[in-house]
């Protein structure tokens, strides 16, 4: 059968491309398709180049898509963030295709499945993972078989929604077919991925190709604002499988940094180092990766052990400084864990990210202050800080509810988007929200500022035939740490049509003088600062590139050079041309 995968837009409905992350969960949902002899094509506007707003573009796009492919059956999933593209998508689907059927499937279904039933009203939709469930579900519409007895399945009859029993968990981690990328545009995927894009992690590399690897699925802890998609039982995979899938993708695609997107890569140091031995002996040169750790779990000696195979970036579940909130958000961690784990992983030479997020029920301002006073130690390194998304079949989100902060299931979904605040805290509301402004106010200022040294290339390269509507802008620049002085090259991608704009004496002008001026998160390679740096006021030369990987900083201002020599010499051609005639 064919199938079109239609993959969530992480900053939808805004019109920007992004190349933060590609999903792996669809990957692995068409990974398992094809095994099963299915034809798999893909439906993403992430990483799309047009003036359209996201949801024309999404509109537009599936219609080509379903033209082209003629597909059997519609398949769209996300997390509960992403409700609005969900919905949208399934809305456009039935007045483009009302014939198709339309399975939903991901974490958003796993959290609140009779809501999203009920609600969205698909044919299907399939909790828990999907890979196994939605290839019994083909071979029963293709073959006129029952649905009763797949697991993890809803589906109506006679207009009443019906819930199969889910499989019951266990911590053997079942042996899926590989993820399978192309339908899903990876290629697209690494042309979005510049140093705007998760800068903590892309800026290990001067031209950045991240690939995600799971090593294992699902928490052995259960914090009060996080849900487990994949379930409760913590299951992980061998690590010489987890290796050979990464020597098999980067022999493939060629990618420079692996993303181990696992909530919690491991919490026993054997496996550990039998993973740094397996990634050390594939001998991939200046491949770099990261992970996700919890604090009690380093010490010098595996520190060490990571940062001899490669180990760029650490991410931490911080969440508090706080330990009174650390109690009550079930971390399992203290303060003085959390600094002696960051100091030792500074002191490795690796860098490391953490989040730091207000609104736990038992957050006073005191407790925010303690947590805004050690982020002030620490400010220099990638500390993200936010407040907490109450989501559904979290504790929070329960308290949320009981409290009258969520007045109704759909009003929360069409505006999950918006991140908006709710305040489960023992702070007054007005004073919550004021001190929370005042928070992200201060730690944008915080950040140590990156000297932009010599000129900014800005390049032009056509967009891509059939997907972009116009052309893709890159701007390649050194910048010098404040921190350690040592200077690296970056490129941030421009999210506009810079011919256009600078041609404009209007709004347009205005934008890209507007973004040149917006200040950027990077990191430095060298000490793992945080840098927030501005192009404005540098010198930018120009540079049209055919279409393909950008070349580096140096070249490109070879290839600049040589463009304005031979706009001289044909500006001198042409006079002499002229005093002769």
């Given at each position: 059968?064919?199938?079109?995968?239609?993959?969530p837009?992480?900053?939808?409905?805004?019109?920007?491309a992004?190349?933060?992350?590609?999903?792996?969960?669809?990957?692995?949902?068409?990974?398992?398709?094809e095994a099963?002899?299915?034809?798999?094509?893909?439906?993403?506007?992430?990483?799309?180049?047009?003036?359209?707003n996201?949801?024309g573009?999404?509109h537009?796009t599936?219609?080509?898509r379903i033209?082209?492919?003629?597909p059997?059956?519609?398949a769209?999933?996300?997390?509960?963030?992403?409700?609005?593209?969900?919905?949208?998508?399934?809305?456009?689907s039935?007045?483009?295709a009302p014939?198709?059927?339309i399975v939903?499937?991901?974490g958003?279904?796993t959290?609140?499945?009779?809501?999203?039933?009920?609600?969205?009203?698909?044919?299907?939709?399939?909790?828990?993972?999907?890979?196994?469930?939605i290839?019994q579900?083909?071979?029963?519409?293709e073959?006129g078989?029952p649905?009763?007895?797949?697991l993890?399945?809803?589906?109506?009859?006679?207009?009443i929604?019906?819930f199969n029993?889910?499989?019951k968990?266990?911590?053997r981690?079942?042996?899926?077919?590989l993820?399978?990328?192309d339908?899903?545009?990876i290629?697209?995927?690494?042309l979005?991925s510049?140093?705007r894009?998760?800068s903590?992690?892309?800026?290990?590399h001067p031209r950045?190709?991240p690939l995600p690897?799971?090593a294992g699925?699902?928490?052995?802890?259960?914090c009060s604002?996080?849900?487990?998609s994949?379930?409760?039982?913590?299951?992980?995979?061998?690590?010489?499988?987890?290796?050979?899938?990464?020597?098999?993708?980067?022999e493939?695609?060629?990618?420079n940094?692996?993303?181990?997107?696992?909530?919690?890569?491991?919490?026993k140091?054997s496996?550990?180092?039998?993973?740094?031995?397996?990634?050390k002996?594939?001998k991939?040169g200046?491949?770099?990766?990261?992970c996700?750790?919890?604090?009690?779990?380093?010490?010098?000696?595996?520190?060490?052990h990571?940062?001899?195979?490669?180990?760029?970036?650490?991410?931490?579940?911080l969440?508090?400084?706080?330990?009174t909130?650390?109690?009550?958000?079930r971390k399992?961690?203290t303060?003085?864990?959390m600094?002696?784990a960051?100091?030792?992983?500074?002191?490795?030479?690796?860098?490391?990210?953490g989040?730091f997020?207000?609104g736990?029920v038992?957050e006073?301002?005191?407790?925010?202050?303690?947590?805004?006073?050690?982020?002030?130690?620490y400010?220099?390194?990638c500390?993200?800080?936010g407040?907490?998304?109450?989501f559904?079949?979290?504790?929070?989100?329960d308290?949320?509810m009981?409290?009258?902060?969520?007045?109704?299931?759909?009003?929360?979904?069409s505006?999950?988007?918006t991140?908006?605040?709710?305040?489960v805290?023992k702070?007054?509301?007005p004073q919550?929200?004021?001190?929370?402004?005042?928070?992200?106010?201060?730690?944008r200022r915080?950040?140590?500022?990156?000297?932009?040294?010599?000129?900014?290339?800005?390049?032009?390269?056509?967009?891509?035939?059939?997907?972009?509507?116009?052309?893709?802008?890159?701007a390649?620049f050194?910048?010098?740490?404040?921190?350690c002085?040592?200077?690296?090259?970056?490129?941030l991608?421009?999210?506009m049509?810079?011919?256009?704009?600078r041609a404009s004496?209007?709004?347009?002008r205005q934008?890209?003088?507007?973004l040149?001026?917006?200040?950027?998160?990077l990191?430095?390679?060298?000490?793992?600062?945080?840098m927030a740096?501005?192009?404005?006021?540098?010198?930018?030369v120009?540079?049209?590139l055919?279409?393909?990987?950008?070349?580096?900083?140096s070249?490109?201002?070879?290839?600049?050079a040589?463009?304005?020599?031979?706009?001289?010499?044909h500006d001198?051609?042409?006079?002499?041309t002229?005093?002769?005639a």
């Amino acid at each position: 059968m064919r199938v079109l995968l239609v993959v969530p837009k992480f900053n939808y409905p805004t019109p920007h491309a992004r190349g933060d992350l590609i999903p792996q969960g669809v990957a692995y949902v068409a990974g398992a398709l094809e095994a099963a002899g299915h034809q798999v094509f893909g439906c993403n506007i992430s990483y799309m180049l047009t003036s359209l707003n996201s949801r024309g573009l999404l509109h537009r796009t599936l219609e080509r898509r379903i033209a082209e492919y003629d597909p059997h059956i519609i398949a769209v999933g996300g997390l509960s963030a992403d409700y609005v593209f969900i919905a949208d998508a399934v809305a456009y689907s039935r007045r483009l295709a009302p014939h198709i059927p339309i399975v939903i499937g991901g974490g958003i279904v796993t959290a609140d499945p009779a809501f999203i039933m009920a609600d969205l009203r698909p044919d299907y939709t399939i909790s828990g993972d999907a890979e196994i469930p939605i290839v019994q579900l083909l071979a029963a519409l293709e073959n006129g078989g029952p649905l009763d007895g797949i697991l993890n399945l809803a589906y109506w009859r006679n207009g009443i929604p019906v819930f199969n029993p889910l499989e019951k968990e266990s911590k053997r981690i079942r042996d899926y077919a590989l993820p399978s990328y192309d339908p899903i545009d990876i290629e697209g995927y690494f042309l979005a991925s510049s140093h705007r894009s998760a800068s903590h992690l892309t800026s290990y590399h001067p031209r950045p190709r991240p690939l995600p690897v799971s090593a294992g699925r699902s928490c052995p802890f259960s914090c009060s604002f996080c849900f487990h998609s994949n379930g409760h039982i913590y299951k992980q995979r061998n690590i010489q499988d987890v290796i050979s899938e990464m020597q098999y993708f980067h022999e493939k695609y060629r990618n420079n940094f692996f993303i181990i997107y696992d909530e919690l890569f491991s919490v026993k140091e054997s496996r550990l180092r039998e993973f740094c031995d397996g990634f050390k002996a594939l001998k991939l040169g200046d491949v770099r990766w990261t992970c996700a750790l919890r604090v009690p779990d380093v010490n010098p000696d595996i520190l060490a052990h990571m940062k001899d195979a490669g180990c760029a970036v650490i991410g931490f579940g911080l969440e508090s400084a706080s330990n009174t909130v650390l109690h009550s958000m079930r971390k399992k961690i203290t303060k003085e864990q959390m600094r002696r784990a960051l100091d030792l992983t500074s002191a490795a030479g690796i860098g490391w990210n953490g989040n730091f997020i207000f609104g736990d029920v038992c957050e006073t301002t005191e407790t925010m202050e303690e947590t805004v006073d050690f982020f002030r130690e620490y400010s220099r390194n990638c500390v993200n800080v936010g407040y907490i998304m109450p989501f559904p079949s979290t504790p929070i989100f329960d308290e949320a509810m009981r409290r009258g902060l969520i007045k109704s299931k759909s009003l929360y979904y069409s505006t999950v988007n918006t991140y908006a605040m709710y305040n489960v805290t023992k702070v007054p509301s007005p004073q919550y929200q004021e001190k929370i402004r005042a928070i992200l106010d201060e730690t944008r200022r915080l950040y140590r500022d990156g000297w932009v040294r010599g000129k900014v290339v800005m390049t032009t390269q056509p967009g891509r035939l059939g997907t972009d509507d116009h052309q893709r802008h890159t701007a390649c620049f050194l910048v010098e740490c404040s921190h350690c002085g040592d200077s690296h090259e970056y490129m941030l991608d421009v999210p506009m049509n810079v011919v256009d704009a600078r041609a404009s004496d209007g709004e347009a002008r205005q934008d890209l003088t507007t973004l040149l001026n917006q200040p950027v998160d990077l990191m430095c390679r060298t000490c793992h600062t945080r840098m927030a740096t501005t192009l404005a006021g540098a010198e930018v030369v120009d540079v049209a590139l055919p279409p393909g990987s950008i070349p580096l900083y140096s070249d490109l201002l070879a290839l600049a050079a040589e463009a304005d020599s031979r706009e001289k010499l044909h500006d001198v051609s042409t006079a002499a041309t002229a005093v002769g005639a």
